[in-house]
């Protein structure tokens, strides 16, 4: 069984590198990850590898370049209308 989650971020960067491996290792933790990425193909990879490390892992992946302001305002609006807390 698998512990209930406590907590949850919001994570930059985690398509590769060390923002993959911070991510795998919050999931494995415990802690519902909430990723950013810039395409649903790096979503689709980040979903694999984290749940491949901690298959119980609470992962969901948002699209948005970060660069882009009016993406950013949206990803806002996303999380706010429903409500996701963060930790």
Same mark, same amino acid.
């Given at each position: 069984p698998h512990s209930?989650?406590?907590r949850r971020v919001l994570?930059?960067?985690a398509s590769?590198?060390?923002g993959l491996a911070t991510a795998s290792a919050l999931a494995a933790a415990g802690v519902a990850v909430h990723a950013v990425v810039r395409s649903d193909r790096a979503a689709a990879? *980040?979903?694999h590898a984290v749940s491949?490390?901690?298959p119980h892992a609470e992962v969901e992946c948002h699209v948005a370049d970060l660069a882009e302001l009016s993406q950013v305002r949206a990803? *806002?609006?996303t999380l706010c209308a429903r409500a996701v807390p963060l930790d």
């Open positions: 209930p989650i406590t994570l930059t960067g590769g590198g060390i990879a *980040v979903r491949a490390a901690a990803l *806002v609006d």
